[in-house]
Structure formats: C-alpha cells, structure tokens
C-alpha cells in the first residue's frame, strides 16, 4: 500500500477514535480547557463577568458550537459523541476541500 | 490553548492579526515557489491531522482539559511555512464553523499554533537531528523534544496574551475587562499544564509518527526531498 493511501486511512481511524476526545474528560469529571469557559462559568471563577468579554463572546455564533448540533445539549452522550464524529467528518472535509482550491494557488505549476 | 473571543482585548486581537498577515503572506510566497501540485495532498492531510487530533481532549481528572496541536509533526514533514499553513486553515475552520477559537482571537491563536509552535519545533528537530542518518534513533527523539518544546512555548505565549489583559483593560474598580487572570496565574497554570501534561501528549504523537514514518516511509523524512 501507498504511504499516501495508509495515511488517509489513519486519519479515518482517528476520525472514528474522536470520541475519546469527548468521552475522557467526561469520565475523569475534566472541565473547559483554561481559558475556554462560558459567561456562567467565569462568574463562577472569577465572582464577576468582565464587562468586554460578556459583549464580544457573543460576537460569533457557530452553526455548530463545540463539535455537538445545536439543541443537544441535555442528549445523551450516544448522541454526543455521534455529533462529535460527524464534526470531525465535516471538519476534515472542510480542511481537505480548503488546501485542495489553495493549492491551486499556491503550488508550482 | 484557544482563546475564545471575549477574552483578549481589541489591542491585543488587533496586534496580533497585524503580527500574522505578513507571517501568512510570507508563507503563502515560500510555499507557492516550493510546493509541486503532487504535494498538495500531503499539506491537506496535515490540515485535517492537526484539525482531528486537537480534537482528542485529554482530561487533567477533575480539572481541565487540554490537547496535542500534531503542528511539530506537520513542520518536520511539510516544513514550518507549509506547516503554517496548514494550520491556519484548521484553526479558521474549528473558530468559524465549531467556534473553537474565538474569531477575533485568529490572529493570536495562529500566531501560537500555526507559527510558534511549528517553527519552533521544526528548529529544535532540525538542530537534534542534524546530520543523523534518515532511521536513526535520535531522529525519534528529535521529534520528541521538539514536539514537547514546540507545545509548550505556544502555551506560553497564550499565557501571556491572556494574563495582559488585566493590565492592559480594567475599570476603575480594578476589575479586567477581558481575560479576568493576570500574568502570574494564567502563565502558571497555561505553562504548569502543558509541561506537566499536554506537552507530553504532544512529544509522542510526534516522536511516533517520526518513528513509524522510519520504519514505513524513511524518504519523507530524507533532508532534501520534502524541503518546502
């Protein structure tokens, strides 16, 4: 087999292994990365919400916020880690899609 | 280590776009003279391998989370420019369609990620390897070392660009505007957890890629042959 061939296939693997990434820190009880917590946690943490943050971290709203479809929140984690490698399907759907036109662009003719 | 929108103020988000549009146009200048059209699919497979394994959150029991970025191992492969852009072009797609990342934050987040962390890494392996034969052993540690320390200057800086922004932005009541920890805490514990943890995650995923490519694939590594 093609080094080539052997890659895409492992990064199938790792699509299909994604969960994990979701399922680990559920289990360990493992929060938000530092820095990367909701309006409700940094109150929390810190006793205030700054002022700045509260208005720009609404600024973006993803079509689908941290690897999970809007609306699943409260679904179980069956589903959760279904939605978590259908992003990933996506995500490097969209990756591959974006360096193939970029390619085209940017490669010797 | 992606900074959410909110946390860092205009100045800083804004510094750091103005950093990175020279470092992409650079890049984007490099790699079109060095980039033959057979090795596109290559710089997508590294887009899509840093995208799927900064997915693979490895939980600290009780406390946070944190990831290895696979940009070390993209630099030593593609080299650091390429590298560069292959992880711009998967941090702006977990901000915009995953909100990972906030998107005024794009500019700092790549200029951790997707020039820090591969350019140094990349030096560090280069520096290690140096002159070592394409299967040797050192090579595997090079990868290793370069991961850990790619990994860990990246989580520096973010620790850094966060802790400032008490300084840079309060009320007169003292409290931050933005990012409420200050240099002391935020670079402790960005800095503590990735040496501590994700740093390690990092150094394998990198050191045994290095090791299977040796074993699979030894030209991809060979000096001359994938310089980009």
């Not at chain 1, 946690?41 to 973006?60: D, F």
Request: charged content about 10%; some cysteine.
């Amino acid at each position: 087999m093609k080094l080539i061939t052997k890659l895409w296939l492992g990064l199938g693997v790792l699509i299909i292994l994604s969960p994990l990434g979701l399922l680990l820190p559920e289990y360990f009880k493992a929060g938000a990365a530092w820095g990367e917590w909701g309006v409700d946690e940094i109150q929390t943490l810190a006793g205030y919400i700054p002022k700045g943050l509260e208005k720009l971290s609404s600024l973006w709203s993803a079509p689908i916020p941290d690897y999970a479809f809007k609306g699943w929140e409260e679904k179980p984690l069956v589903n959760l880690s279904l939605a978590y490698v259908s992003s990933a399907v996506l995500g490097v759907l969209v990756c591959i899609g974006v360096v193939f036109i970029l390619g085209k662009f940017l490669s010797k003719k | 280590m992606h900074i959410p929108d909110g946390y860092l103020g205009p100045a800083t988000c804004g510094f750091f776009y103005v950093i990175m549009l020279p470092i992409w146009a650079v890049a984007s200048k490099i790699v079109k003279k060095t980039l033959s059209a057979k090795q596109v699919p290559m710089l997508a497979i590294g887009a899509a391998f840093s995208f799927v394994i900064m997915m693979f959150n490895v939980p600290i029991p009780g406390g946070t989370t944190g990831h290895a970025v696979g940009g070390v191992l993209a630099a030593i492969l593609l080299g650091p420019w390429a590298a560069c852009i292959a992880i711009t072009v998967a941090l702006v797609i977990q901000a915009l369609l995953f909100g990972d990342g906030g998107i005024t934050a794009i500019g700092a987040n790549c200029f951790n990620m997707a020039f820090i962390l591969p350019f140094v890494g990349y030096y560090v392996y280069k520096a290690i390897s140096h002159n070592t034969p394409v299967d040797s052993k050192r090579r595997v540690i090079a990868a290793g070392v370069a991961g850990y320390t790619g990994i860990n200057l990246a989580a520096f800086l973010a620790g850094v660009e966060f802790g400032l922004q008490p300084l840079l932005h309060h009320t007169a009541g003292g409290q931050s505007l933005y990012c409420p920890y200050g240099l002391k805490v935020a670079v402790t514990v960005m800095l503590g957890e990735h040496l501590l943890i994700f740093g390690w995650v990092e150094a394998i995923v990198t050191a045994l890629a290095i090791k299977y490519l040796q074993k699979h694939s030894g030209d991809l590594l060979a000096e001359r042959k994938v310089k980009l």
